[in-house]
């Protein structure tokens, strides 16, 4: 059976992603397109490297007739896909790439988003869509609310630790260097090629980070408590990917253990051998997590690092393995591209 589906904000880049990844989906047909600025466009002038693709025209959203779409993609900035999801026919299915409905509290939302929730009716039924922890809620949800892909790669490496009492709560640093291409595709000055080729640079430091709603969130339902860690994210000049480094004290064979056993019969997620450190080349362009542990030279810290590419399995990978699930579909179908190196 193919299951049609429409993209919402298909321009961007993480509309992009899901573009490359369904075509080759043996089970998803692409029946629409919306991005409002380019309505009347076809991909391949907004997406050259997708001209071998027959593709529908872009629309904007109300020409598109959502009684002929059986799950809707959302990949709008920030604060659109609310009230869209709302006036939705309830027979479609939505998987939002979003921060629309990724925090359960809508106080919570407004406290990192600044916005009031526009449709505070529908985030009691959103589930939360890291796939991998979530899987059985997944599979019966008509709304699946994507995770952020700083709080996908940091969660991946520690919710298990946490889960297993195997790390000091209050002392959780994670350093984690991000690609370009998850600043999101609009212009922006500080985003130019001259600014960003030869630079690292740190932003929304000092506990400011919108994603730090979701660790609060899922590490805090975990523990039974509060839980703050302490997160620094920089962007560095690469275009897609993204390097965790947890830092944590715990016995580092104790915790590489656990992960590998947690993520045993994991398709997407794999631990490497002890001691081995993954890069984010190594997952580049496809829905792979990879993640490594490392002993550190003083007993009783470890360092987790944890690679994924922010565009696949960060966002857009796994909003279609969750829409596999929700759809009734392997896991893992269409999804199995190896990465892309070098």
Not at 181 to 200: C, H, I, Q, W, Y
Not at 288 to 313: E, Q
Request: hydrophobic share 40%; aromatic share 6%.
């Amino acid at each position: 059976m193919i299951h049609s589906v429409a993209i919402l904000g298909a321009s961007g880049y993480t509309g992009a992603e899901l573009v490359r990844i369904i075509a080759t989906h043996p089970s998803l047909r692409i029946a629409a397109l919306s991005a409002d600025r380019k309505a009347g466009m076809q991909m391949a002038d907004v997406f050259p490297h997708l001209r071998h693709l027959d593709l529908p025209t872009l629309t904007t959203i109300d020409q598109i007739d959502f009684d002929e779409i059986e799950l809707v993609f959302c990949a709008l900035p920030h604060g659109l896909s609310q009230a869209l999801v709302r006036d939705l026919p309830r027979s479609v299915k939505v998987v939002d790439l979003g921060a629309d409905f990724r925090l359960r509290d809508p106080a919570d939302y407004k406290k990192w988003y600044g916005l009031d929730h526009a449709a505070p009716e529908l985030q009691p039924e959103a589930v939360y869509g890291l796939t991998e922890f979530y899987r059985d809620e997944i599979r019966g949800a008509r709304l699946v609310a994507g995770t952020g892909c700083n709080a996908a790669t940091v969660q991946f490496a520690l919710r298990p630790l946490i889960e297993g009492a195997l790390i000091d709560l209050d002392d959780i640093i994670c350093d984690l260097k991000n690609g370009i291409s998850g600043a999101g595709r609009s212009l922006k000055e500080n985003m130019l090629f001259p600014e960003r080729s030869t630079d690292v640079i740190g932003y929304s430091l000092g506990g400011k980070h919108r994603h730090l709603g979701e660790f609060d969130q899922e590490f805090s339902k975990i523990a039974g408590r509060k839980v703050e860690i302490m997160f620094t994210p920089n962007l560095v000049p690469i275009n897609r990917g993204i390097h965790a480094a947890c830092y944590v004290k715990g016995d580092p064979q104790a915790i590489h253990a656990a992960l590998a056993a947690r993520y045993a019969d994991e398709p997407f997620i794999v631990v490497l051998p002890f001691g081995q450190a993954p890069g984010t080349g190594h997952v580049a362009g496809s829905n792979f997590c990879h993640i490594g542990v490392i002993g550190d030279r003083k007993p009783g810290r470890a360092l987790v690092i944890s690679t994924l590419d922010n565009l696949n399995k960060g966002s857009s990978g796994q909003a279609v393995q969750n829409a596999n699930l929700m759809l009734g579909l392997p896991e893992t179908e269409g999804l199995m591209l190896a990465p892309v190196f070098p």
